[in-house]
T-cell receptor
Framework: GDSVTQMEGPVTLSEEAFLTINCTYT??????LFWYVQYPGEGLQLLLK?????DKGSNKGFEATYRKETTSFHLEKGSVQVSDSAVYFC???????????FGQGTELSVKP | DVKVTQSSRYLVKRTGEKVFLECVQD?????MFWYRQDPGLGLRLIYF???????EKGDIPEGYSVSREKKERFSLILESASTNQTSMYLC???????????FGSGTRLTVV
């Protein structure tokens, strides 16, 4: 069945460091791919998305490219800030509009 | 922007109580979902609904039921709360799963 695998955390970085969080998926067809972010005590917010292969999603300095050849959607940011400390989830929709299938989540902690 | 409102951010209930968690969305979306989030277990789907008066079991429906009398409101019901239902509960909605899902802020339920 469809699934999402994320690199395990926690990840601890210094401010202004480069961030990569790996995400790979298994799916039938070419579903949309999402990155969600969850700040402490909050719900999930859509960070960025890509709806088809080779699309690049971007928001708030974060980027991810939908690569069907490697079935990956890695999240990157060139220079992280303390305010980026959160849990990041990679996800895909099952059957377009069905449930969201999530990766395990990666906790990011950015130190000043 | 779609707004998803969960009625309570924090809730404390006693074992055996009947508990109602309410979720309201303001965009006339048909698809609504209830997840629970637990450390080490990630996000798990409890129930979902594709239309008024329709409901489908998710991955962990035991001990829960739902109600969808109006399109904008999707209620999660704990028939007889137990301590193992202590968790963060998240409601979500989507119009078209390819373009993203919107989550509420979550309800942190503690059953004592």
């Amino acid at each position: 069945g469809d699934s999402v695998t994320q690199m395990e955390g926690p990840v601890t970085l210094s401010e202004e460091a480069f961030l990569t969080i790996n995400c790979t998926y298994t799916a039938t067809g070419y579903p949309s791919l999402f990155w969600y972010v969850q700040y402490p005590g909050e719900g999930l917010q859509l960070l960025l998305k890509a709806t088809k292969a080779d699309d690049k999603g971007s928001n708030k300095g974060f980027e991810a490219t939908y690569r069907k050849e490697t079935t990956s959607f890695h999240l990157e940011k060139g220079s992280v800030q303390v305010s980026d400390s959160a849990v990041y989830f990679c996800a895909l929709p099952y059957n377009q509009g069905g449930k969201l299938i999530f990766g395990q989540g990666t906790e990011l902690s950015v130190k000043p | 922007d779609v707004k998803v409102t969960q009625s309570s951010r924090y809730l404390v209930k006693r074992t055996g109580e009947k508990v109602f968690l309410e979720c309201v969305q303001d965009m006339d979306h048909e698809n609504m979902f209830w997840y629970r989030q637990d450390p080490g277990l990630g996000l798990r789907l409890i129930y979902f609904s594709y239309d008024v008066k329709m409901k489908e079991k998710g991955d962990i429906p035991e001990g829960y039921s739902v109600s969808r009398e109006k399109k904008e409101r999707f209620s999660l019901i704990l028939e007889s709360a137990s301590t193992n239902q202590t968790s963060m509960y998240l409601c979500a909605t989507t119009y078209d799963g390819r373009y993203g899902y919107t989550f509420g802020s979550g309800t942190r339920l503690t059953v004592v």
